[in-house]
């Protein structure tokens, strides 16, 4: 996990190195505005810890570059600046988290795992349902440790149940999710492919709901 610390207080900046270091993080430190710059240029990171206060370049409007040229990378605000005015400037200049110092290192750490974490969600998200696992990214899905292959439908479906847990889906739903406007709908078509969903991944899986459609339960 490689992050970039941009602060220009050698104080405060030797403290947070060191205990983002003991905590397992591999550490950049951008002294100034210019070379934070430089450094986000080259380097791609896991998180960016930013002080707003710097030399050469402002932090704000290394914020703003870093969002204009498209760069996704958590950003967590470090400034002495407390006031909800640079609150709301930072965070509306695309900042993730916002810390006032003076600060607690133990909650920097947790704040910079807790941003990891939502951003690896965003990229792995993979679904666990009993002996299922399905990788939405990937588009893959495995019953038990072995992969299973679905057709683009049953893999819709699936998908639609799944989001879906506990509310019973009609036939009709199922079917928007499956066909877009000016596709003709096969009749009898959901039942062939919840049918062969039921084979490739088990009996139990999908429900029918009489009267009503499907339904893959709350877990
Ligand atoms: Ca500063």
């Not at 679905?150 to 019973?168: C, D, F, H, V």
């Amino acid at each position: 996990m490689r992050v970039l610390l941009v602060e220009d207080d050698d104080l405060i900046g030797c403290g947070i190195e060191a205990g983002l270091r003991q905590a397992g993080f591999t550490v950049d430190w951008a002294r100034d505005g210019h070379k934070a710059s430089l450094a986000l240029d080259t380097t791609s990171y896991e998180l960016v810890l930013l002080d707003l206060g710097l030399p050469r370049v402002p932090g704000m409007d290394l914020l703003k570059r870093l969002r204009d040229a498209g760069k996704d990378v958590p950003v967590l605000v470090l400034t002495a600046r407390g006031t909800v005015v640079d609150r709301v400037g930072g965070l509306e200049a695309g900042a993730d988290d916002y810390l006032g110092k003076p600060f607690d290192l133990t909650e920097l750490i947790a704040r910079c795992r807790a941003l990891l974490r939502r951003a690896q969600g965003r990229s792995v998200e993979v679904i666990r349902y009993q002996d299922l696992s399905v990788n939405p990214v990937a588009q893959t899905v495995e019953v038990a440790g072995t992969r299973v292959s679905l057709t683009s439908r049953e893999w819709a479906i699936l998908m639609q149940l799944l989001a879906n847990q506990g509310i019973p889906q009609s036939r009709s739903r199922l079917e928007e999710s499956l066909y877009g406007w000016q596709e003709e709908i096969e009749s009898n078509a959901i039942e062939v492919h919840v049918s062969n969903l039921r084979k490739k991944l088990g009996a139990k899986l999908i429900r029918t709901v009489r009267n009503i459609g499907y339904v893959v339960e709350k877990e």
